[in-house]
């Protein structure tokens, strides 16, 4: 199946086309790259958007989730660990955009952890890995509260896009994106003229991955019924 690209309203996609040209721009004359926060409601399509923004930018793409990190903190290996990806990633060819998902986990506030040592270490140690200008290392964070981030970490944000819950034009792109790659295209002509808009108008308030969610339990009652 062919990789979904980020179904966003017409100003975040905007955004995101000139923060890629710019970071062409930036590569071409061997300056510093700049880095991304995307916030937003979980489902909105941080991932696909950080996805979109390496191959329009002809970036490496690694992903890691602050959520991945309670293990490395229980054993103890959490600083070893991040100092390990940055070496990886710095072994690599070109430029790589470092995405972090779950950013509240990596960045917290330190002043609201100052009692946990282990996690203000994490902390110390990504500000001091990501305290230079790279002109080989990107960062995009994702959070959904990016209230909780830690302030020196926002001050290393050169751009921070918003991304919502996706409107009327954007729900309806969405289902049919999901669709297609959903069901054969017999199938998929179900779903189009009237259909596909009353979908779109009754999924008010819906996430991204809520409507693929939808889409994938209607492909499931289907496999479970002859007709």
């Given amino acids: 199946?062919?990789?979904?690209?980020?179904?966003?309203?017409?100003?975040?996609?905007?955004?995101?086309?000139?923060?890629?040209?710019?970071?062409?721009d930036l590569k071409e004359n061997h300056s510093f790259l700049q880095n991304v926060l995307f916030y937003g409601v979980g489902?909105?399509?941080?991932?696909?958007?950080?996805?979109?923004?390496?191959?329009?930018?002809?970036?490496?793409?690694?992903m890691m989730s602050g959520g991945d990190l309670p293990q490395y903190l229980?054993?103890?290996?959490?600083?070893?660990?991040?100092?390990?990806?940055?070496?990886?990633?710095?072994?690599?060819?070109?430029?790589?955009?470092?995405?972090?998902?779950e950013a509240e986990s990596l960045c917290q506030k330190r002043?609201?952890?100052?009692?946990?040592?282990?996690?203000?270490?994490l902390i110390n140690a990504f500000l001091n890995l990501t305290g230079d200008n790279?002109?080989?290392?990107?960062?995009?964070?994702?959070?959904?509260?990016?209230?909780?981030l830690d302030e020196a970490i926002l001050s290393r944000m050169d751009h921070k896009l918003h991304l919502c819950r996706p409107g009327y034009r954007?729900?309806?792109?969405?289902?049919?994106?999901?669709?297609?790659?959903?069901?054969?295209k017999e199938e998929a002509v179900l779903f189009t003229g009237g259909t596909l808009d009353l979908l779109?108008?009754?999924?008010?308030?819906?996430?991204?991955?809520?409507?693929?969610?939808m889409i994938n339990s209607l492909q499931s009652f289907k496999n479970q019924e002859p007709d």
């Fill in 1 to 24: 199946k062919q990789e979904l690209m980020p179904v966003l309203d017409v100003a975040t996609m905007r955004s995101l086309d000139r923060i890629a040209k710019s970071t062409q």
């Fill in 43 to 62: 489902g909105t399509g941080k991932t696909m958007a950080a996805k979109a923004l390496a191959k329009n930018s002809n970036m490496n793409f690694v």
């Fill in 74 to 101: 229980e054993k103890g290996t959490h600083v070893s660990e991040l100092n390990k990806l940055f070496n990886t990633i710095k072994g690599y060819e070109g430029q790589t955009l470092l995405f972090i998902d």
């Fill in 111 to 121: 002043s609201d952890i100052i009692k946990d040592r282990k996690r203000v270490e």
């Fill in 134 to 148: 790279s002109k080989r290392i990107m960062l995009v964070l994702a959070t959904n509260r990016p209230e909780d």
């Fill in 170 to 184: 954007e729900r309806k792109h969405i289902i049919k994106m999901h669709v297609d790659q959903t069901f054969t």
């Fill in 200 to 213: 779109a108008l009754d999924t008010e308030g819906m996430t991204g991955r809520s409507l693929f969610k």
